[in-house]
């Protein structure tokens, strides 16, 4: 199973960046996803989730500015994230849950960083 995290970068306040999560190997499948992330002196924080079913819900700190969604034929999770603040700096993780199972798998993070 591989988890592969991309779309990070920097990125002046106010711009906007797509972050993507493709699963790959053998008979994985995407059940539902987490998109968390994790500033430099804090604890890793859900920043957005999506469900089987394309339910939503964001974080507060992210709601209006960012949205989750998926490509089932691709087994890719997104992540547009538009007028981006400089807190919204730091290592962006997915947390991918495997249809059929109970296991979680995370990615290995990419950085976004946000200059003023």
């Known amino acids: 199973v591989q988890l592969q995290a991309s779309g990070g970068g920097l990125v002046q306040a106010g711009g906007s960046l797509r972050l993507s999560c493709a699963a790959s190997?053998?008979?994985?499948?995407?059940?539902?996803v987490g998109w968390y992330r994790q500033a430099r002196g804090k604890q890793r924080e859900l920043v957005a989730a999506?469900?089987?079913?394309?339910?939503?819900n964001y974080a507060d700190s992210v709601k209006g500015r960012f949205t989750i969604s998926r490509d089932n034929t691709r087994n890719t999770v997104y992540l547009q994230m538009n007028s981006l603040k400089p807190e919204d700096t730091a290592v962006y993780y997915c947390?991918?849950?495997?249809?059929?199972?109970?296991?979680?798998?995370w990615g290995q993070g990419t950085l976004v960083t946000v200059s003023s």
């Open positions: 947390k991918v849950e495997r249809l059929g199972s109970l296991s979680w798998y």
């Open positions: 190997g053998s008979n994985f499948k995407i059940n539902a």
């Open positions: 999506i469900t089987s079913a394309s339910s939503t």
